[in-house]
C-alpha cells in the first residue's frame, strides 16, 4: 500500500522535474548600466587575448560573460543564475582604487531541499538545491549576485596607466586581469564566504552558513558551528591553525598544493608535541627537508646595555656549553634579528628559535642580512613562544624544517588553511585561502600575478558546501548517483515510444538517482539481440510488480511497448 | 532475484526537491521592502597596518567596518524557509595600491563604503604603499 502511493506521487512530481539532462548552469549577467556608459560605453577597442569586442562597452561585458561562463560550465544547476552588474566611477586617487565588489544579495534558510537546517545559503546555491529561482527575474532584486566595477580604472587620477586587462588569455602584463578578478568575485558571491560577523563571531541573525560549517579550529578542535561568539571571533585571529573540513577540498589538496610547509615540530614532551608555524629568515641556512634535530635550550645573555632582558641575545651567550649542538631559543626585542642568530651561531647552536615579543599570528619572518650567518632561524608567535619555553627546563626536542609530509597550505592532516591573520583583517580574515598556499590559489586575499583562470581549490569548496555535481539536475550527486544521465521524463519512453506509464525514481541502495526508464533502457545495454532485451525487460517488470511500483497494466503497456521498439 | 527488489524500499517520489516547486519562495511583487542606509563611519583605512594606529585601534575601526547586521531584512515564508536582504556592506570589495616598488597590492574588505574609505586613506606615508615584502629586522 505504502509503495503503491509512493508510485502515485512520482506520477504528480515527475511533472515538475526538468525533462533533459542539462547540466552546468546558467549565469545570466544583467547589464544595469544606462547607455553610454560601463558596458555600453562606445570607446572603439581593438580585439585583445581572444576578447572580440570592438567596444570598451562590449569588451567589458564579454570579460564578464567569459569568467562567468568559467564558473557556469562547473556548476550544475536547474536554476538560473543572475549577475546584476555595473561599470561605474568607484573611488581612486592616482596610486589607489577600488577595482570592485561582489556579492550574494539574498541568502536563504530553511527552504525545501537545504542541506542543513538552519544555515544560511547565497541565493544562487539556493536556487541550485531548491531546484528553481528563489527570485523574480527582474532588475537589482531579482538577481542573485551583485557586482559593481570600476568604470575610471587607469585614468589620469585612478590608478593612472593601470587599466583592466580585458583578454581571456591572462597576458595581462602589469594591469589587472579582469577575468580573475571576476572569478574570485563570483566565487564570494556564489557562497566562498561567511556572512558571520567574523571580528564579533555573531552568526547572522542567528543562523549558520554553509561555508561557516566547514571551518574548524586545530587549537580546541572545535567546529565554528559549536563555538560561542567568542571562540569564533578568537579562532577567526588563531593563525595558520584553522582549517575547512569539506571532504572535496581535503582530497583536492594534494592536486593542488605541493609538499613542503616551513614548521617547528615539537617531538616530546607529549603535552607540547605538534607542528608549529614558524616564520623564516631572509638570512641563515634555508630550511630544508632533512631539517635540525635536537634540544631546545634558552639562550641565555647579559642583561646589558645592548639588551636589557637575559633572554634578548643582544650580546654573546654566556652558557654556550649548553647552546652547543642545540636549537637555541631567544627572545624578540631591542636589537636585530640578525644579532641575536649570530651569537647563538657563535656559541654553537644548530639553529635558532626566536619567540616574538608582541601578539600576533601567523608568525612573520625575519628580516636582515648576514651573510656569515650559516644556521636556520625562525620565528614563532609569543603564544607558542611562551609554551614552549615554559616547558625548556623539563627538556623539549624538535625538528626545525620543511616538512615534506605537509603540504603548502594545508595542516597535518591534509586540511586546507584559511586566512587567520592576527590581526584581524576585516574583509580578507576567514572568507579566503591562507596566504602561505603553494602554488597561489584563485581565493587568497591577494589577487596574485600566477593565476591563471584556474578553479584550484575553490571549486571543490563550492561543491562541500552544496554544488555537488548534478548533470542531470536529479538532485542526486554524480558521486553517487548510479544513473548519471537519467531519462527524468515524467513517463516511461522505450525506444522512443511513450508508455505513458509514470516514471519512477531511487534515491537509495544499487539504483540510487535511476528511473525505471533507466532501468528499461539499461536492459538494452550489452543484450546479445532484441529477444534478450524483450526478456530482460520482462523480468525488470516482474520485479517492479511484485515490489508493488507497477500494476499489471503498467507492466503490460511497458513490456508491448519494448517488444515494439528497435533495442538494442 | 534482483537487487532491484531489495532496494524498493528506498524507492520514493522523483525530485525530493521538486516538492517544493508548488511553493517556491519568491519575492512577492510589489513588496515593500525596508531598506537600511549603510553605516557611514570616520575616514580611516581598513584592512592594512598603520604605523599610527594600535592593534585595538584597528580592531575598534574594523568593528566599525564590519557587515551591517542591523540593515538585513529578514522575511520569513509559510514554509518554514527564511530570505535575509543583504545591503552593499555584505559585498566582498577589493582595492589595489600601487607599492613603492611598483608592485600592486590588493586588500579585501567587506563593503564598498569601507573599500572607499581605505582607498581615501591610503597615501605614500601609509603602510598600503609599503612593499608587502618588508620584513622586520628586529
Known amino acids: 500500500m505504502i509503495k503503491r502511493s509512493l508510485l502515485a506521487l512520482v506520477a504528480a512530481l515527475a511533472l515538475a522535474l526538468p525533462s533533459t539532462a542539462a547540466a552546468s548552469s546558467h549565469i545570466v549577467i544583467v547589464n544595469g548600466n544606462v547607455p553610454g556608459v560601463g558596458f555600453n560605453d562606445p570607446t572603439p577597442a581593438a580585439p585583445v587575448g581572444g576578447n572580440p569586442g570592438t567596444t570598451l562597452g562590449q569588451q567589458r561585458l564579454l570579460a564578464f560573460r567569459h569568467a562567468a561562463d568559467i564558473w557556469g560550465a562547473t556548476l550544475d544547476s536547474a536554476a538560473e543564475i543572475r549577475i546584476f552588474a555595473t561599470f561605474e566611477p568607484l573611488t581612486c586617487t592616482a596610486t589607489a582604487a577600488t577595482l570592485g565588489s561582489a556579492g550574494a544579495t539574498f541568502v536563504f534558510a530553511d527552504f525545501p531541499g537545504a542541506l542543513l537546517p538552519h544555515t544560511l545559503y547565497s541565493a544562487a546555491l539556493t536556487g541550485k538545491l531548491y531546484g528553481a529561482d528563489p527570485l523574480v527575474p527582474g532588475g537589482l532584486s531579482g538577481s542573485h549576485i551583485r557586482a559593481r566595477f570600476n568604470s575610471n580604472l587607469g585614468n589620469t587620477d585612478c590608478l593612472t596607466g593601470t587599466r583592466f586587462y580585458l583578454g581571456f588569455d591572462n597576458n595581462h602584463g602589469a594591469n589587472i586581469d579582469l577575468v580573475t578578478v571576476l572569478q574570485h568575485e563570483f566565487a564570494h558571491g556564489l557562497g566562498f564566504q561567511t556572512f558571520a560577523n567574523t571580528s564579533t563571531g555573531a552568526l547572522l541573525a542567528g543562523y549558520s552558513d554553509a561555508y561557516l560549517h566547514l571551518i574548524a579550529d586545530n587549537t580546541t578542535g572545535k567546529s565554528w558551528e559549536t563555538m560561542t561568539n567568542a571562540e569564533r571571533a578568537a579562532s577567526a585571529r588563531n593563525g595558520r591553525r584553522v582549517v575547512v573540513t569539506g571532504p572535496h577540498v581535503t582530497a583536492a589538496v594534494p592536486s593542488n598544493l605541493q609538499s613542503g610547509t616551513?614548521?617547528?615540530?615539537?617531538?616530546?614532551?607529549?603535552?607540547?608535541?605538534?607542528?608549529?608555524?614558524?616564520?623564516?629568515?631572509?638570512?641563515?641556512?634555508?630550511?630544508?627537508?632533512?631539517?635540525?634535530?635536537?634540544?631546545?635550550?634558552?639562550?641565555?645573555?647579559?642583561?646589558?646595555?645592548?639588551?636589557?632582558?637575559?633572554?634578548?641575545?643582544?650580546?654573546?651567550?654566556?652558557?654556550?656549553?649548553?647552546?652547543?649542538?642545540?636549537?637555541?631559543?631567544?627572545?624578540?626585542?631591542?636589537?636585530?634579528?640578525?644579532?641575536k642568530v649570530k651569537n647563538a651561531q657563535n656559541a654553537g647552536a644548530v639553529a635558532?628559535?626566536?619567540?616574538?615579543?608582541?601578539?600576533?599570528?601567523?608568525?612573520?619572518?625575519?628580516?636582515?642580512?648576514?651573510?656569515?650567518?650559516?644556521?636556520?632561524?625562525?620565528?614563532?608567535?609569543?603564544?607558542?613562544?611562551?609554551?614552549?619555553?615554559?616547558?625548556?627546563?623539563?627538556?623539549?626536542?624538535?625538528?626545525?624544517?620543511?616538512?615534506?609530509?605537509?603540504?603548502?597550505?594545508?595542516?597535518?592532516?591534509?586540511?586546507?588553511?584559511?586566512?587567520?591573520?592576527?590581526?584581524?583583517?576585516?574583509?580578507?580574515?576567514?572568507?579566503?585561502?591562507?596566504?602561505?598556499?603553494?602554488?597561489?590559489?584563485?581565493?587568497?586575499?591577494?589577487?596574485?600575478?600566477?593565476?591563471?583562470?584556474?578553479?584550484?581549490?575553490?571549486?571543490?569548496?563550492?561543491?562541500?558546501?552544496?554544488?555537488?555535481?548534478?548533470?542531470?539536475?536529479?538532485?542526486?550527486?554524480d558521486e553517487v548517483d548510479a544513473c548519471p544521465g537519467s531519462d527524468l521524463r515524467a513517463t516511461i519512453f522505450v525506444g522512443g515510444a511513450d508508455t505513458g506509464v509514470p516514471n519512477g525514481f531511487f534515491v537509495d541502495g544499487p539504483h540510487n538517482g535511476c528511473t525505471i526508464a533507466d532501468l528499461v533502457a539499461g536492459e538494452a545495454v550489452g543484450a546479445k539481440n532484441h529477444g534478450a532485451f524483450v526478456s530482460g525487460v520482462a523480468e525488470l517488470l516482474n520485479d517492479l510488480k511484485k515490489a508493488g511500483l507497477l500494476t499489471g497494466s503498467q507492466k503490460g503497456a511497458v513490456q508491448s511497448a519494448a517488444a515494439g521498439a528497435s533495442l538494442p | 532475484m534482483r537487487t532491484l527488489v531489495s532496494a524498493v524500499s528506498a524507492f520514493v517520489a522523483l525530485g525530493i526537491a521538486a516538492a517544493a516547486h508548488a511553493q517556491p519562495p519568491q519575492i512577492p511583487p510589489g513588496q515593500a521592502k525596508k531598506q537600511t542606509a549603510p553605516k557611514q563611519t570616520a575616514d580611516h583605512g581598513t584592512g592594512d597596518a598603520s604605523d599610527e594606529l594600535t592593534p585595538a585601534d584597528q580592531e575598534l575601526l574594523q568593528r566599525l567596518f564590519g557587515k551591517n547586521e542591523s540593515g538585513v531584512v529578514l522575511t520569513p515564508f509559510a514554509n518554514g524557509g527564511v530570505r535575509l536582504e543583504l545591503d552593499e556592506s555584505f559585498q566582498e570589495a577589493i582595492t589595489v595600491t600601487i607599492a613603492d616598488d611598483g608592485s600592486l597590492k590588493f586588500s579585501h574588505l567587506t563593503g564598498l563604503a569601507n573599500a572607499t574609505e581605505a582607498v581615501k586613506a591610503a597615501s605614500p606615508n601609509t603602510a598600503t604603499t609599503k612593499p608587502a615584502t618588508a620584513l622586520e629586522e628586529k
Request: net charge negative; aromatic share 6%; glycine share 14%.
Open chain 1, 262 to 339: 616551513p614548521l617547528l615540530r615539537i617531538l616530546s614532551p607529549a603535552g607540547l608535541a605538534g607542528a608549529y608555524p614558524v616564520g623564516t629568515a631572509a638570512f641563515g641556512a634555508p630550511l630544508d627537508a632533512t631539517g635540525v634535530f635536537g634540544q631546545v635550550v634558552p639562550g641565555l645573555d647579559p642583561a646589558d646595555a645592548a639588551g636589557p632582558s637575559t633572554t634578548d641575545g643582544c650580546s654573546p651567550l654566556t652558557n654556550a656549553g649548553a647552546v652547543a649542538g642545540k636549537i637555541a631559543m631567544l627572545d624578540r626585542g631591542t636589537c636585530g634579528f640578525i644579532v
Open chain 1, 352 to 477: 635558532v628559535v626566536i619567540a616574538d615579543n608582541a601578539a600576533g599570528s601567523p608568525p612573520a619572518g625575519l628580516g636582515g642580512a648576514d651573510p656569515t650567518i650559516t644556521i636556520p632561524a625562525v620565528r614563532v608567535t609569543q603564544s607558542d613562544g611562551i609554551a614552549i619555553k615554559s616547558q625548556l627546563a623539563g627538556g623539549v626536542s624538535a625538528v626545525l624544517g620543511l616538512d615534506l609530509a605537509v603540504r603548502a597550505g594545508a595542516d597535518d592532516a591534509g586540511r586546507a588553511l584559511i586566512y587567520t591573520p592576527d590581526p584581524f583583517v576585516a574583509g580578507s580574515s576567514v572568507s579566503h585561502w591562507d596566504t602561505i598556499a603553494t602554488p597561489n590559489l584563485l581565493m587568497e586575499p591577494f589577487i596574485n600575478d600566477d593565476l591563471t583562470h584556474g578553479l584550484d581549490l575553490t571549486l571543490p569548496l563550492l561543491r562541500d558546501i552544496g554544488w555537488y555535481p548534478d548533470g542531470d539536475l536529479d538532485f542526486v550527486s
